[in-house]
Nanobody, 125 residues
C-alpha cells in the first residue's frame, strides 16, 4: 500500500504556471505506474497525464498536450505535474494516483487503486 499526498495547488491567472507534487510514502514507489487526474463538480474524473515506472513513457489528455508535463523522481519518491499556459478550464481538484499493474488505458481512473486527497487548482481569466 502506498500513501499519496499532493501539494502545489493554488490560484493563478490564465497563462500562468503551477507545479504540482505528489509525495509517496512507499519504498516500492519506483515500481508504480503514476498519473494525475482532475475533477470538477458535476463532471467525471478526467485523466490528465500518466507516466510509466521508469518515466520513459508518458501519456497526456489531448486538452493538455503541449502545456503540461508529467515527471517523476524515483529517488525522492515524488511525482510532478508542471502546468504551463494555464486556462480557466484547467480549474479542478487535481489528484495523484498510483497503480502497481499495467493497464492498456493509463488515463482511465479504473487503472488506479491508490489516490491522494487532492489539491485545488484555480485559474482565473
Amino acid at each position: 500500500q502506498v500513501q499519496l499526498v499532493e501539494s502545489g495547488g493554488g490560484s493563478v491567472q490564465a497563462g500562468g504556471s503551477l507545479r504540482l507534487s505528489c509525495a509517496a510514502s512507499e519504498y516500492s514507489y519506483s515500481r508504480y505506474y503514476m498519473a494525475w487526474f482532475r475533477q470538477v463538480p458535476g463532471k467525471e474524473r478526467e485523466g490528465v497525464a500518466a507516466i510509466a515506472t521508469g518515466g520513459g513513457s508518458t501519456w497526456y489528455a489531448d486538452s493538455v498536450k503541449g502545456r503540461f508535463t508529467i515527471s517523476r523522481d524515483n529517488a525522492k519518491n515524488t511525482l510532478y505535474l508542471q502546468m504551463n499556459s494555464l486556462k480557466p478550464e484547467d480549474t479542478a481538484m487535481y489528484y495523484c494516483a498510483a497503480a502497481f499493474t499495467w493497464d492498456t488505458y493509463p488515463l482511465r481512473s479504473r487503472a488506479y487503486n491508490y489516490w491522494g486527497q487532492g489539491t485545488q487548482v484555480t485559474v482565473s481569466s
